[in-house]
């Protein structure tokens, strides 16, 4: 099959393409390279169309238990949000927590074909693939978490050698069908096991005498050692706390060059100035990311309405309950391993608050400087559904559109902030960046993210549109492995993605430790601990496909 | 270097004439212990399998019960699989409001039976859902602090059971959770307290599974709700009105609230299902207040078990399809969820539906009430009806039949099933995908 998109504007930042008109050859699933002679079986024209590689969200809570006992809480986020079956797709619901079957419709309409589950427990990891099993259309895939689990912390405090702690990691990445590894308050969700409600980057775990900068810079040093692609993906200390920027600052300094990906930056950017003890702190976090070649983040960016918070923080998250809107939450301790925390909340921009945490997120876009570091998230659904994403591109391609927006919020906060002084506007190649080429180099996926001869065909094609809300909301083609399967926002043809995993090596000598951790303490035996391929490509009629890793040292 | 330590682990032939398998996850209550031994035998006796380590009474009775011989049947009568499918596909395709009850499957079961509901216009519904509703109303009304097996298994230090009987529901929830040979922190497990609050069934079968301290607050399962208010006010130090209400064990109570606040990692225990007393979710409800109230100072958790007969499997795939845990409607062509309407035993006693599709494929004492409605039975053979299904599909059960996945009852960790023995039944998913292919 060989499929030509004839006369669109490609915008491909992986291959330094931005904007040029050319055509694109698809064959059999993959871009091929142009052919004037090639026997075209379909062509589109697409001229004046803008075009890019289909949209990678490296940061978005779509599997998993503590999803689902979102869902489960809160019917009310469901009721008038239903998706009716049609004659090719299934039924759903939901807003800031939607059913499965929903989100990978929705992420598909919207020009999506991958999206990655950032805080995969790994004792709940078979349920976050089944759930994602459930997610059709989309690619994906999860970082495993860890930092809090019993195994690892107790290594760090035996201080057992640094080849064995690689060797747990490398495991876990296999057993929870991982493609990177995450840490979420580094050994917070243990200490509060152990009712300590705050841990800071050198305070000491009351237990295992172990230190939040201590667990970073050995998990990042692991994956560089064993050749993962992705850096450790931090959520770091004190998530949301006034004032911690401070904290966010020395966790970047205390990896002296070590890589991290910060994500959801803008909940740990906030200073105490001010009336209200609430401030911005934009500006030193995005100067000092700016001057770290080593760092990236996401912005977890936050937008007005109802939503529902869901991390594994619990101990932060139960520090939030206080603000849960309606007022229900749930709060877990899990398997020795992690722990969760799911709280809703309803941003509004007539509070101080919110309206300065959205200011915030926006300052960090506007003032990093390299789009290869930054990635457009809302920490779906932390900060907004990710249906939102169009309303979050047009604000920072429009300065226009931004500023009426800032008009809008709390007066005190516009004060605040410096969003209305910023004139910068993302281009079309940003966004690509930001969406796409960025993700993808960043999560090692070889094939995807770019339009280059042998990549995979997911491919979105949009009708330029100065409204770039309306632009990104409706694309007008999605193909996926080269097939068309959204035309005009509306499913076309239903497809299951692949599951993407990363496989480093570890001696499986650790396996000899593990079992008699599992014997001794555990309520699962190592063996059904572990997901097995054929879990996903049989019962979750998926596939794997392996990214490649670099070699260990 | 490792390569492919990652698959199901295979049958072991240990040369015998035997095959064992270890590490074998029963599927018969929600605790969905992973530890046992299970031996299918040779010769004549191929495909009868026991128990040869571990499990318990549930655990034996399900897997070592022999299915007698089944076939596929139309009224009654023997068919081919060919023609039962077919029947059973025109009586969905022709219903106007099917009904889909029991739920005893595995997850992929229940995918399977969630996409057929959705196509056909169905009301989904788990024949434990009451208990799970006495749980669901309380989540979402205010949430919850909850723990998991193993979090409460290495870190409790205090055990309150609520009017449940747990070794008769989760026989090796105290063995396996409350004191097993060692735990990571607090010192040894069997030195742990139980406190038994209502009827918890017999304390000399908690204390025969090494349990050593066992306190009993004897209440009539109605008083529970009382019960548990009172200590909720002498916690929270509330005045209390005199100490004359003979439902009420003040002194013992009073104890409890002090061994309470001594705890460093208590966790309050209930099977939803034992609830079904008046204002069962009532004690669910002050049980998950009293959680939060003393985690303002210490840590405390809820641990609800229940999940049997694959429920917590049910409610999990539910929910994260449809966005509702059961009880829900795809009538209208897109899920609508309302606990009271959509119960399926309610809703044959008031005349609704039009056809009745009953899937059990782990007990056969799980048959579907009495109807007149038309009856589509995928059960385990051996069950019992109280009239002949119009189509009745003997189905495998997972984990002895076929491989599969369940979700625990703490709704966080799932266990994979293996099959253990050659099987000529067709599971759930595979009867209803076949089914769904002919509509």
């Known amino acids: 099959m060989l499929i030509r998109l004839k006369g669109g504007r490609i915008y491909d ?3 330094g393409v931005d904007g040029v008109v050319r055509d694109i050859l698809i064959h059999d699933g993959r871009i091929a390279a142009d052919d004037p002679t090639a026997r075209i079986d379909a062509e589109y024209d697409i001229s004046g169309r803008v075009v890019m590689a289909g949209a990678i969200d490296p940061h978005t809570h779509i599997g998993g238990g503590k999803m689902t006992i979102g869902r489960m809480m809160l019917p009310e986020d469901h009721r008038g949000q239903e998706r009716a079956r049609t004659d090719l797709t299934r039924s759903g619901t939901g807003f800031a927590v939607p059913s499965t079957l929903a989100a990978g419709y929705r992420y598909a309409e919207m020009g999506y074909t991958a999206c990655f589950e950032p805080a995969m427990l790994p004792a709940n990891a078979r349920q976050a693939h089944m759930e994602m099993g459930d997610t059709p259309m989309v690619d994906k895939g999860a970082f495993a978490m860890l930092g809090s689990d019993d195994f690892l912390l107790r290594q760090l405090a035996a201080k057992e050698d640094f080849n064995a702690v690689k060797d747990y990691i490398a495991w876990t990445m296999h057993a929870a069908q991982a493609i990177a590894v995450k840490v979420v308050n580094p050994g917070g969700i243990s200490a509060f096991k152990f009712n300590q409600r705050k841990l800071d980057l050198d305070e000491s775990h009351v237990h295992y005498g172990v230190t939040p900068r201590q667990i970073l810079r050995t998990l990042s040093q692991g994956l560089v050692e064993l050749g993962v692609t992705h850096p450790l993906h931090v959520h770091g200390c004190n998530l949301g706390v006034p004032g911690n920027f401070a904290t966010t600052l020395d966790t970047i300094r205390a990896m002296d060059g070590l890589p991290i990906h910060l994500t959801h930056i803008q ?51 139960y520090g939030n309950t206080k603000s849960a809107n309606p007022k229900k939450w749930v709060v ?11 709280v809703p909340m309803k941003y509004k921009d007539k509070s101080f608050v919110n309206a300065l945490q959205w200011a915030i997120g926006l300052e960090i876009f506007l003032l990093v400087d390299d789009p290869w570091r930054v990635f457009l998230t809302t920490d779906h659904p932390n900060g907004a559904p990710f249906t939102t994403y169009p309303h979050l591109i047009r604000l920072l391609m429009d300065k226009g559109f931004r500023r009426d927006m800032l008009q809008k919020i709390h007066p005190d906060a516009q004060k605040a902030s410096i969003v209305g002084s910023l004139d910068r506007e993302y281009s079309l190649y940003e966004i690509a960046i930001m969406t796409r080429a960025g993700p993808a180099r960043s999560l090692g996926l070889k094939d995807r993210g770019h339009l280059a001869p042998g990549a995979n065909a997911d491919v979105t094609v949009y009708r330029d549109n100065e409204d770039r809300e309306a632009m990104f909301t409706t694309p007008e083609y999605v193909f996926k492995n080269g097939e068309l399967i959204v035309r005009d926002g509306r499913i076309v043809k239903v497809v299951q993605g692949a599951t993407h995993v990363a496989r480093p090596e570890y001696d499986a000598g650790i396996e000899k430790s593990l079992a008699d951790y599992f014997t001794r303490y555990h309520t699962v035996s190592l063996s059904n601990f572990k997901v097995s391929d054929e879990e996903i490509i049989r019962h979750d009629r998926g596939s794997i496909v392996v990214q490649p890793t670099g070699a260990r040292v | ?21 270890t590490s074998v996850t029963c599927p018969f209550c929600g605790l969905h212990c992973d530890d046992l031994e299970v031996r299918n035998s040779s010769g004549a006796d191929a495909g009868h399998l026991t128990i040869a380590r571990n499990g318990c ?23 081919d699989l060919a023609t039962a499918l077919a029947t059973a596909a025109r009586l969905i395709g022709g219903a106007r409001l099917p009904l889909y009850g029991g739920l005893g499957t595995d997850v992929e079961g229940v995918r399977a039976i969630m ?56 026989p090796r929830f105290f063995e396996r959770i409350v004191a097993p040979a060692e735990a990571m922190f607090g010192g040894v497990p069997s030195d ?24 009993e607050i004897p209440s009539a399962n109605d008083d529970i709700p009382v019960v548990l208010g009172v200590l909720r006010s002498m916690l929270k130090g509330t005045q209390l009105p005199a100490r004359d209400d003979q439902r009420v064990p003040f002194n013992e109570l009073a104890d409890l609230a002090l061994r309470c606040k001594r705890a460093e990692y208590g966790v309050f225990v209930w099977a939803p299902q034992a609830l079904a007393f008046r204002d069962g979710d009532l004690a669910v409800q002050i049980v998950t207040d009293i959680v939060r109230d003393i985690n303002k100072t210490t840590r405390f958790a809820g641990l609800s078990l229940g999940g049997n007969d694959g429920a917590a499997s049910a409610a999990s795939v539910c929910s994260w ?109 595979e009867i209803a995908n076949a089914i769904a292919a002919s509509l």
């Open chain 2, 115 to 170: 996409a057929l509901a959705d196509r056909s216009g169905g009301v989904v519904d788990h024949h434990l859902s009451a208990a799970i509703q006495r749980n669901m109303g309380v989540l979402q009304t205010q949430g919850w602090i909850m723990s998991t097996l193993t979090e409460t298994r290495n870190r409790a230090d205090l055990v309150i059971v609520v009017a449940s009987d747990l070794m008769t529901l989760h």
């Open chain 1, 13 to 15: 930042p992986a291959n």
């Open chain 1, 267 to 317: 909940f740990h950017s906030y200073g105490t100035e001010g009336d209200m003890k609430f401030s911005s702190a934009a500006a030193p976090i995005s100067e000092l990311v700016n001057a770290h070649k080593n760092v990236s983040i996401d912005v977890g960016q936050i937008l007005f309405g109802q939503t529902c918070t869901a991390s594994g923080d619990s101990m932060r998250q």
């Open chain 2, 1 to 21: 270097m490792p390569t492919a330590s990652q698959g199901i682990e295979s049958q072991a032939s240990n040369g015998s004439g035997l095959d064992t398998f």
């Open chain 2, 192 to 215: 742990r307290t139980v406190v038994l609050v209502g009827d918890c069934g017999h304390a000399d079968a908690i204390t025969r599974t090494g349990v050593k301290h066992v306190v």
């Open chain 1, 332 to 342: 877990m301790d899990i398997e020795c391993d992690a722990g969760c925390g799911v």
């Open chain 2, 321 to 429: 399809q449809s966005g509702y845990p059961l009880r829900v409607s795809f009538a209208s062509g897109a899920p609508d969820y309302d606990p009271y309407r959509y119960d399926i035993r309610r809703m044959l006693e008031a005349g609704e539906g039009d056809l009745l599709v009953w899937t059990a494929s782990f007990d056969p004492e799980a048959a579907p009430p009495a109807t007149g409605l038309p009856l589509i039975a995928l059960a385990t053979p051996g069950m019992r009806f109280s009239r002949e299904p119009d189509v009745l599909i003997p189905v495998g059960t997972p984990g002895l039949d076929h491989s599969g996945r369940l979700v625990r009852c703490d709704s966080v960790v799932s266990l994979p099933l293996r099959q253990l023995r050659p099987s000529r039944l067709a599971s759930v998913t």
């Open chain 2, 57 to 79: 009474e549930r655990a034996a009775r399900g897997f070592e019960r022999r299915p007698p011989p089944s076939s596929p049947q139309i009224g009654g009568r023997d068919t």
